[in-house]
């Protein structure tokens, strides 16, 4: 019997505080549903409208069959997000989530569409590079929680509840697959800024891997780093953090006329 194939996408909103002049769009690292990216939301300036990408698999969609190859994924996203592009937008993405928005970002530029204002990539390897370590989306059970363990940012109450990763793994397998399998495609950079973050103590993506994005732009680049390691938005330097994405979307607003 063929495989069910997924749903589209759906986003899990946090309305501006008053009247919307930007949208920021997320996109969440592998595995993870928008649930953790909605702490972020409280420190956006007051006319941001939040939108966090929740994939099938997942939180509320949790029973939908993932996606597991990145070229539909990004054509079904690009059908989400179309009706919100009415108003200037950002795109933010985690790790994995910065892959996605990458090529998000190349598929509205392939069908003429509106570009993001920026695109800001946190703990994410730049795209056009080897993937630096050996796969994990197709690991034997024990040693994939190994791996998750080593990584951080998975609770460790979780990570031993088998009930949980019963759900848990499938789709961050999925995510995992199309991550360490997506094949590079050269193409024109992009002319939006990148704006790229990491975690000093990131063992996982180094900043020598993270630094290249800025071969994917023709406007401007910047990157920063934080203490931490690859969960360091959550941890030791969400409130940096926060304020660093907070200081892009005012930049933007106060330079490119999104008020």
């Known amino acids: 019997m063929a495989e069910t194939p997924p749903p589209p996408p759906a986003l899990v909103t946090v309305p501006a505080r008053e009247a919307p ?42 029973t939908a069959a993932p996606y597991r190859s990145m070229l539909p994924l990004a054509s079904a996203l690009v059908s989400v997000l179309a009706p919100k592009l009415d108003l200037p937008f950002v795109f933010l993405g985690h790790s994995f989530g910065g892959h996605v928005a990458f090529a998000v970002a190349r598929a509205l530029r392939a069908r003429g569409s509106a570009a993001p204002r920026a695109l800001v990539v946190s ?3 730049a795209p056009h590079l080897p993937l630096g370590r050996h796969p994990l989306h197709d690991l034997p059970r024990p040693r994939l929680i190994d791996e998750l363990r080593r990584y951080g940012g998975t609770p460790e109450a979780v990570l031993a509840n088998d009930e949980l990763m019963d759900l848990f793994l499938p789709p ?11 094949t590079f495609e050269p193409e024109a950079p992009l002319a939006i800024p990148i704006v790229a973050l990491g975690g000093h103590q990131d063992h996982s993506t180094r900043p020598e891997q993270i630094e290249p994005w800025r071969e994917h ?8 780093f934080f203490e931490g ?16 994405l907070r200081g892009v979307l005012e930049d933007l607003r106060r330079n490119q006329g999104t008020s």
């Open 123 to 125: 703990g994410s390897r």
């Open 229 to 244: 390691g690859h969960f360091y938005l959550f941890e030791q330097s969400k409130a940096a953090f926060a304020e660093a």
């Open 21 to 62: 002049a930007l949208r920021l769009f997320v996109f969440p690292h592998a595995g993870s549903g928008a649930f953790p990216y909605r702490a972020l939301a409280p420190g956006l300036p007051p006319w941001v409208e939040f939108h966090a990408v929740q994939l099938p698999g997942r939180e509320a969609m949790f």
């Open 217 to 224: 732009t023709s406007a401007a680049f910047t990157s920063q």
């Open 172 to 182: 961050l397998r999925a995510d995992f697959a199309i991550y360490e399998t997506t």
